[in-house]
């Protein structure tokens, strides 16, 4: 790579105690790219945004962002960066905008620009009319738009977004996707955390799965879905359909193992998808007097990956 | 459908972020500018949520007029002094001692509720001076003590207007008894610093403590010892 990493880490390890909270994490974020942290509760995620945001200390391996070293820099890296979310909030008693100017003067622009600025932002993410209202009066959607806009009041080259739209409604969500999405046509290196499977999905060039500190996979979503497995068929056949038969008549059809899953009557039937495979299936168990109630395809969602992988390190704690 | 927001939200430019202060100070002077002007910032920003919730100037102005009430009117009587006198002297001290231990309250309050929502993260991840957020907040919880030292010392005032009134005389200030009282305890002790000071006299006195004063401090209450 040409170009340096605009994130990177290197053994990045954190224990709050006895328990380690994130070990021995290697990451390479390049500039622009948006890169998702999955994972669950507990997983590790937050700390490593505080760790890179100077937030907290690391314990053990070092970590760079924009060029400059999170411990060594800490000062220099917080002029590089945005954060917001979970942890990063606003003044509940102050107006919308009063955050928005106050946090404008901190990051040192004089005060007509702070102004000029808030009013900016406050148009952008539709908070103008609710702009002179204490912040405690705010829904949930408004107040995470004016947490963010308060991460971008100057023009962060990296911006850091822990659970942006956890306890969001659906519309809520989507325009929180919208306006992620056009910062990062602008160039911004963007590091999401999130525990929607959709989100990562939508927004992310790269997703690392976490589990318990550690990194349990990492790679495009593309790449996630296809390491589990491809399509595959779902079946559902009637009460006391023969399933066996069933499954004799599909076996040729299947790129693996015919699974009997959850649900009297259902198969799954992993397949590789090539035109009139539906028709064929449903033409051989006709034939052999098996009527089907519902056939669908299924391809693998980042669901699969999540459960397959943070499932395991569950079997194994 | 949802509608596509993002073509509907106006274009966002980043024109009007400042460049960074130019380098014309040394480091170390703009390291300074800033840090005032950080605190500065915050002072505002304290005193500015007094104005959103007006409610918070209860404790500052209500607050004290009710203790003063309390302890000069409702507990008059109740309380006596081991050494005689009255103890509405010291009143008004112990008052202003009470009003800064509840700022002090509201200000450890304040910042563990800063600590818990996330706003001190907010600003530690801001390119600011990072003591600021202590200072700031302290200065603008002094400024709201001096208002209700104000409150009580005006209190206070009024209080011994009436007694003034009642009595005929002038009472003693607590602090000034009290530095009176040490005044007196160090002139009598028989240092050598002390002994031939210009302007001394033969007994050790200083010249300063004329003789109405020593009848003040060195007669016992004549209402007491009755």
């Known amino acids: 790579m040409r170009q340096p990493p605009m994130i990177e880490t290197c053994g990045l390890a954190k224990s709050f105690g006895r328990a380690p909270a994130v070990s021995g994490l290697d990451l390479q974020i390049p500039a622009g790219s948006t890169f998702c942290l999955l994972g669950p509760n507990g997983a590790g995620k937050t700390t490593v945004v505080r760790m890179l945001s100077t937030l907290v200390r690391p314990d053990a391996g070092w970590a760079r962002v924009a060029g400059h070293d999170v411990a060594a820099d800490g000062a220099a890296v917080r002029r590089e960066i945005g954060l917001s979310g979970q942890y990063a909030s606003v003044d509940e008693f102050l107006t919308g905008r009063a955050n928005l100017v106050m946090i404008g003067e901190l990051c040192r622009l004089r005060r007509p620009a702070a102004r ?66 056009r910062l990062v046509l602008d160039g911004t290196t963007l590091l999401l955390t999130t525990q929607y499977l959709e989100e990562a999905d939508q927004l992310a060039d790269v997703v690392c799965v976490m589990d318990s500190g550690r990194v349990t996979a990492q790679g495009t979503p593309a790449d996630l879905k296809a390491s589990v497995g491809g399509t595959r068929l779902l079946l559902s056949l009637p009460p006391g359909a023969a399933l066996g038969r069933a499954a004799a008549i599909l076996a040729p059809h299947a790129a693996g193992p015919v699974r009997l899953t959850g ?43 999540f459960h397959a992988l943070t499932g395991a390190g569950e079997a194994a704690a | ?88 002297e010291y009143l008004i001290a112990g008052i202003f001692a009470v009003n ?37 907040r302290t200065l603008a919880d002094l400024s709201l003590t001096l208002v209700a030292g104000l409150v009580t010392a ?73």
């Open chain 1, 116 to 181: 000029r600025r808030a009013a900016e932002l406050l148009a952008h993410f539709e908070l103008e009319p609710a702009a002179d209202r204490p912040v405690r009066t705010y829904s949930g959607g408004m107040r995470r738009r004016l947490d963010l806009a308060a991460s971008l009041i100057t023009r962060p080259r990296v911006l850091f977004l822990d659970e942006p739209t956890t306890g969001l409604d659906p519309r809520s969500r989507l325009v929180m996707w919208d306006v992620i999405r």
């Open chain 1, 263 to 305: 649900g009297p009557g259902r198969l799954e039937v992993p397949v590789v998808p090539r035109p009139g495979i539906v028709t064929d299936v449903v033409k051989d168990l006709d034939a052999a007097g098996i009527p089907v109630d519902d056939i669908s395809m299924r391809r693998p969602s980042l669901d699969d990956v």
């Open chain 2, 1 to 88: 459908m949802i509608p596509d927001v993002a073509s509907q939200l106006p274009a966002l430019s980043f024109e009007t972020a400042a460049p960074p202060p130019a380098r014309t100070a040394p480091a170390w002077l703009a390291a300074r500018y800033w840090a005032l002007h950080d605190v500065w910032v915050l002072t505002r920003r304290t005193l500015a949520r007094v104005i959103t919730t007006p409610e918070q100037l209860v404790n500052v102005t209500v607050q004290p007029l009710i203790l003063v009430l309390l302890f000069s009117y409702v507990f008059d009587g109740a309380i006596r002094l081991p050494d005689g006198g009255n103890y509405r």
């Open chain 2, 100 to 136: 800064m231990g509840g700022t002090a309250q509201g200000t450890a309050i304040g910042l563990a509720v800063d600590l818990s929502t996330g706003l001190i993260d907010r600003f530690r991840s801001l390119p600011m001076s990072r003591a600021t957020v202590l200072i700031g």
């Open chain 2, 154 to 226: 005006m209190a206070g005032l009024a209080g011994a207007r009436r007694s003034l009134a009642r009595t005929g005389r002038p009472r003693t200030g607590a602090a000034v008894r009290l530095f009176r009282r040490v005044g007196r305890n160090m002139h009598r002790d028989p240092g050598p610093r002390r002994r031939g000071r210009p302007g001394g006299r033969a007994d050790g006195h200083p010249a300063a403590v004329t003789d109405v004063e020593r009848f003040h401090l060195g007669q016992p209450d004549d209402s007491v010892a009755a």
